[in-house]
């Protein structure tokens, strides 16, 4: 079982929709949670972090972390077609190492 | 701030050829990883090397890979023999140590292809 478990997609959307992403992870250690963007043929660049649960916004990106269930999410607000990339997870506890999903491909339609 | 710069962007080799991938982190990074993508396992940390050490290599796949990091502006992914089975997106990312928390600056990636 993978550490970190993630629906690959692909997820479809028209533009304005809220799209909805999610992870759930098995380690308990794990304390930071991340949310990395990746544009085709592009290196992944870090979109939003949290650490422990609760709620972070940044625009129109909220992430929300509940460590009971082990579940991170990600809600894109009103979202473009600028938003259209693979959307990945990842974790980690207090050392180094980032654990990631698989990543779901998101595609919003103009 | 150049980002972390990676060159080749693509890579095509025959079999049995030796291959070598090359990362230039942020300068005043001193931590930095190197990592595999591929669409049935994902991104896979291969080697992590901090203020030019390596710390971690327990994701190297076999001896075939190695990673040298000779100072701190350089490093580089070598495999040999190479086997179509590491054709993958290879990246490299780097961070300050301290700021584990907002994660790593990836590179845009080595396309490798082994024909």
């Known amino acids: 079982q993978k550490e970190v478990e993630q629906d690959p997609?692909?997820?479809?959307?028209?533009?304005?929709?809220?799209?909805?992403?999610?992870?759930?992870?098995?380690?308990?250690?794990?304390?930071?949670?991340m949310?990395?963007?990746?544009?085709?043929?592009?290196?992944?660049e870090l979109l939003m972090y949290t650490y422990s649960s609760g709620n972070k916004e940044d625009?129109?990106?909220?992430?929300?972390?509940?460590?009971?269930?082990?579940?991170?999410?990600?809600?894109?607000?009103?979202?473009?077609p600028s938003d259209s990339a693979t959307y990945l997870c990842a974790t980690r506890s207090n050392d180094y190492k980032l654990s990631f999903g698989a990543g779901t491909t998101v595609t919003v339609r103009a | 701030d150049a980002g972390v710069i990676q060159s080749p962007r693509h890579?095509?080799?025959?079999?049995g050829q030796e291959v070598t991938l090359r990362c230039k982190p942020i300068s005043g990074?001193?931590?930095?990883?190197?990592?595999?993508?591929?669409?049935m396992r994902g991104l896979?940390?291969?080697?992590?090397?901090?203020?030019?050490?390596?710390?971690?290599?327990?994701?190297?796949?076999?001896?075939?890979?190695?990673?040298?990091?000779?100072?701190?502006?350089?490093?580089?992914?070598k495999i040999q023999p190479s086997e179509p089975r590491d054709s993958a997106v290879y990246f490299c990312a780097s961070i300050r140590g301290g700021e584990r928390l907002y994660g790593y600056t990836f590179g845009s990636g080595t396309r490798l292809t082994v024909v």
């Not at chain 1, 509940?66 to 607000?77: A, C, E, P, Q, V």
């Not at chain 2, 896979?44 to 076999?62: A, K, T």
């Open chain 1, 9 to 33: 997609g692909p997820l479809s959307v028209p533009e304005g929709a809220i799209v909805s992403l999610n992870c759930t992870y098995s380690n308990s250690a794990f304390q930071y949670f």
């Open chain 1, 35 to 44: 949310w990395y963007r990746q544009y085709s043929r592009k290196g992944p």
């Open chain 1, 59 to 80: 625009g129109r990106f909220t992430a929300q972390v509940d460590k009971s269930s082990k579940y991170i999410s990600l809600f894109i607000r009103d979202s473009q």
């Open chain 2, 11 to 15: 890579e095509v080799t025959e079999m």
């Open chain 2, 29 to 39: 990074h001193n931590s930095l990883f190197w990592y595999r993508q591929t669409m």
């Open chain 2, 44 to 77: 896979e940390l291969l080697i992590y090397f901090n203020n030019n050490v390596p710390i971690d290599d327990s994701g190297m796949p076999e001896d075939r890979f190695s990673a040298k990091m000779p100072n701190a502006s350089f490093s580089t992914l």
